[in-house]
């Protein structure tokens, strides 16, 4: 058994994950109670087309030599993928972010409106002892 594919492979599995709960979160802090539903969900998924588009531009390649401070560096193509592989990963990118993003607003716009604008409407008054 080759063990570092299986640690690759889980490692793997818990970085989509955390993705996921980003996109998730950030579509739950997009969620804004001001603006209309349809913006909200609009919003979301600009930013996700947005995200998904860079990917997309620079799927099979990467930057090599590039200063940590001021960038740059060199563009390095690792295969030269089809116009489907691009889509389909385009679109993996898309709804991997929009679908998460999206529930974190429909969640965001069902709860209560004062526990989205008073932080301490869900905290409990201490009772006193007698």
Known sequence: MDFSNVFYGVFGFLGKGLIVIAAYHAGHHLGL?????????????????LISLGCWAGYGTHTEDADPLYGGGETVV???????ERN??????????SIPA?????????????SQTDPTANVKEPTEKK
């Open 33 to 49: 109670e001001d603006k209309t539903k349809w913006y909200n969900y609009v919003a979301v998924l600009a930013v996700a087309a």
């Open 78 to 84: 690792d295969f030269e993928p089809s116009d489907k």
């Open 88 to 97: 389909e990963y385009g679109l993996t990118i898309f709804f991997a972010l």
């Open 102 to 114: 999206l529930y974190g607003v429909y969640r965001r716009q069902e709860e209560p409106l004062s």
